[in-house]
């Protein structure tokens, strides 16, 4: 099992910035990928951004050149950084582990954090 703990969100006026974090505890294998995901009221629920234990990185079109993932893989966290925030970026935010264990995928959600972008 892993468990998430996902900290940083909170309301900031457009054009702000905020950092999220999540550090993953408990059975880490490796390779894995860290990552976030957003889900908005009445939407579903999207990729943000994700990074391997390699450091290969993935991006939502809406949010590249203004969020910038990271990982400190001795701490098992991940950061989003997150610049420039629209009120489009309002949404709860939940962070995800997943690794691969020959064909079966082992995925791991946080509990989600509130990031309100004010206009």
């Known amino acids: 099992q892993v468990q998430l703990v996902e900290s940083g969100g909170g309301l900031v006026q457009a054009g702000g910035s905020l950092r999220l974090s999540c550090a993953a505890s408990?059975?880490?294998?490796?390779?894995?990928?860290m990552g976030w995901y957003r889900q908005a009221p009445g939407k579903q629920r999207e990729l943000v951004a994700a990074?391997?234990?390699?450091?290969?990185?993935n991006y939502a079109d809406s949010v590249k050149g203004r969020f910038t993932i990271s990982r400190d893989n001795a701490k098992n966290t991940v950061y989003l950084q997150m610049n420039s925030l629209k009120s489009e970026d309002t949404a709860v935010y939940y962070c995800?582990?997943?690794?691969?264990?020959?064909?079966?995928?082992?995925?791991?959600w946080g509990q989600g954090t509130q990031v309100t972008v004010s206009s």
């Open positions: 995800n582990f997943y690794y691969d264990l020959g064909l079966s995928r082992n995925a791991y």
């Open positions: 408990g059975l880490i294998f490796r390779p894995n990928t």
């Open positions: 990074i391997t234990t390699g450091g290969s990185t």
